[in-house]
């Protein structure tokens, strides 16, 4: 089953981090977003990019409404034409496989909002 197939656990504070091979194999499927290791915690994030600032906006509410419905919030940054997405879990201050079960489906979100505009 893919990433964007999955839907996010409930996450508690002792659940279990993504890190060594299981990391390597997560990034493999989300390969456009980068790995943030800050000396506190890991994250991922992307940039995405788009031709005005009212799309951009469009696709920061339809991430919102994914972190609603999944339970599971990224940071958001919107600029004109430009939207970053970063995605990590604060419960257990590193990366889950919820991370990247969102990551892939903020991906799906972006696919679709620039086939519409095409």
């Not at 506190?40 to 339809?62: L, P």
């Not at 419960?91 to 990247?100: A, M, R, V």
Request: net charge negative; hydrophobic share 40%.
């Amino acid at each position: 089953m893919s990433l964007e197939q999955k839907t996010c656990e409930a996450c508690r504070a002792d659940a279990p981090r993504v890190e060594g091979d299981a990391l390597l194999h997560y990034l493999e499927q989300v390969s456009q977003w980068t790995l943030i290791d800050e000396s506190t915690e890991a994250k991922i994030s992307r940039v995405y990019t788009f031709a005005d600032f009212a799309t951009a906006w469009s696709f920061v509410d339809k991430v919102a409404a994914l972190a609603e419905a999944e339970d599971h919030h990224p940071k958001l940054i919107l600029e004109w034409g430009k939207v970053e997405v970063c995605w990590w879990t604060h419960k257990i201050t590193g990366l889950h496989q919820n991370d990247f079960i969102c990551a892939a489906k903020t991906d799906r979100i972006f696919a679709q909002s620039t086939d519409t505009e095409s």
